[in-house]
């Protein structure tokens, strides 16, 4: 402001404001996949002119959302680079592990599996990345039509029975509160009198609930149990996925939704996870025309909900 005195000319800059701000969520509160996140820190942009003696005119702007999409794709495309030059380093290294132990057959077999690992990784990361790309790009509800809540919900839950299996953890569907089988039963009719439809792409919804599910299971201890309802209320269908497992911390809850984010990267690095699902689920779900949210408390488990309108 002085210097807009001195010399009448008008003076532009940024500046970054700290407040106090108390985070509103208590723990095993919800939180809504694009939900604005209480911050602490703001990024005004001030113009200051004189437009007559003793009078000047203050302009300003909240840059905050700007800068955090800034931040967010500078974080993104570390991310990727770091994400990809991983797997591909180690597998230069096993490869020149593997030439120098060429006489050793065992190290051989050991090596080679650990390359296998990591290409699998590379191409899962790969794959994501495009289905991520994809879900992105894709208009809302395009090649949308009335489906069958439940047939994609049995659907989605198949694509995991493997995974499930091998963890022997139990999976319970319900309908309206009434527990249904995960199979159509031999003999009767697919569809249900108390089924619902969503107009929907079958794609984007079977995905959405096909990675939640796997999320279940991925982060559930063995010999537990994933619980997926399917309900209506008023004219919304609810798509509940519930597990037993680990639980997400509450500072977490607001950034899950995020490419890339891992509530814990040396596991997920561990067992694979790319950090890419739920942004994917969450872009999927937008494209049927509907909302995502979570609730979760440590050491107790997790839910997800789909909520999309009842065709």
């Given at each position: 402001?002085?210097?807009?005195?001195?010399?009448?000319?008008?003076?532009?800059?940024?500046?970054?404001?700290?407040?106090?701000?108390?985070?509103?969520?208590?723990?095993?509160?919800?939180?809504?996949?694009?939900?604005?996140?209480?911050?602490?820190?703001?990024?005004?942009?001030?113009?200051?002119?004189?437009?007559?003696?003793?009078?000047?005119?203050?302009?300003?702007?909240?840059?905050?959302?700007?800068?955090?999409?800034?931040?967010?794709?500078?974080?993104?495309?570390?991310?990727?680079?770091?994400?990809?030059?991983?797997?591909?380093?180690?597998?230069?290294?096993?490869?020149?592990?593997?030439?120098?132990?060429?006489?050793?057959?065992?190290?051989?077999?050991?090596?080679?599996?650990?390359?296998?690992?990591?290409?699998?990784?590379?191409?899962?990361?790969?794959?994501?990345?495009?289905?991520?790309?994809?879900?992105?790009?894709?208009?809302?509800?395009?090649?949308?039509?009335?489906?069958?809540?439940?047939?994609?919900?049995?659907?989605?839950?198949?694509?995991?029975?493997?995974?499930?299996?091998?963890?022997?953890?139990?999976?319970?569907?319900?309908?309206?509160?009434?527990?249904?089988?995960?199979?159509?039963?031999?003999?009767?009719?697919?569809?249900?009198?108390?089924?619902?439809?969503?107009?929907?792409?079958?794609?984007?919804?079977?995905?959405?609930?096909?990675?939640?599910?796997?999320?279940?299971?991925?982060?559930?201890?063995?010999?537990?149990t994933v619980s997926v309802g399917i309900g209506v209320v008023g004219d919304r269908v609810r798509i509940r996925v519930v597990d037993q497992g680990i639980g997400i911390p509450k500072e977490s809850l607001g950034r899950i939704f995020e490419r890339f984010y891992r509530v814990d990267p040396a596991r997920?690095?561990?067992?694979?996870?790319?950090?890419?699902?739920?942004?994917?689920?969450?872009?999927?779900?937008?494209?049927?025309?509907?909302?995502?949210?979570?609730?979760?408390?440590?050491?107790?488990?997790?839910?997800?909900?789909?909520?999309?309108?009842?065709?």
């Amino acid at each position: 402001l002085a210097l807009v005195v001195a010399d009448g000319q008008v003076r532009e800059r940024e500046l970054k404001v700290t407040l106090p701000r108390p985070d509103r969520r208590q723990d095993g509160r919800g939180v809504r996949a694009g939900e604005a996140v209480p911050t602490d820190t703001l990024y005004l942009r001030v113009r200051i002119g004189a437009i007559a003696d003793d009078l000047f005119a203050i302009f300003l702007r909240d840059m905050s959302e700007q800068r955090r999409f800034e931040a967010m794709r500078r974080d993104f495309i570390t991310n990727v680079s770091h994400e990809l030059k991983t797997p591909s380093g180690a597998i230069s290294l096993l490869a020149e592990t593997i030439t120098d132990a060429a006489d050793d057959p065992d190290a051989v077999r050991y090596f080679a599996g650990r390359i296998t690992k990591e290409s699998q990784r590379l191409t899962e990361l790969v794959h994501k990345l495009i289905e991520l790309q994809r879900a992105q790009d894709a208009p809302a509800m395009s090649d949308a039509k009335p489906m069958s809540v439940v047939a994609m919900t049995r659907e989605s839950i198949a694509a995991n029975e493997v995974q499930a299996d091998a963890k022997q953890i139990g999976i319970v569907l319900s309908l309206n509160g009434r527990v249904i089988p995960v199979e159509v039963p031999e003999g009767e009719p697919e569809t249900l009198d108390d089924d619902v439809l969503v107009r929907v792409g079958r794609e984007p919804f079977t995905t959405a609930v096909k990675n939640l599910v796997e999320n279940a299971i991925h982060y559930s201890p063995a010999h537990t149990t994933v619980s997926v309802g399917i309900g209506v209320v008023g004219d919304r269908v609810r798509i509940r996925v519930v597990d037993q497992g680990i639980g997400i911390p509450k500072e977490s809850l607001g950034r899950i939704f995020e490419r890339f984010y891992r509530v814990d990267p040396a596991r997920s690095r561990e067992t694979g996870g790319s950090g890419l699902g739920l942004a994917i689920t969450k872009h999927c779900v937008q494209e049927c025309g509907g909302t995502i949210s979570v609730w979760s408390r440590e050491g107790e488990g997790s839910t997800f909900t789909i909520e999309l309108p009842v065709a």
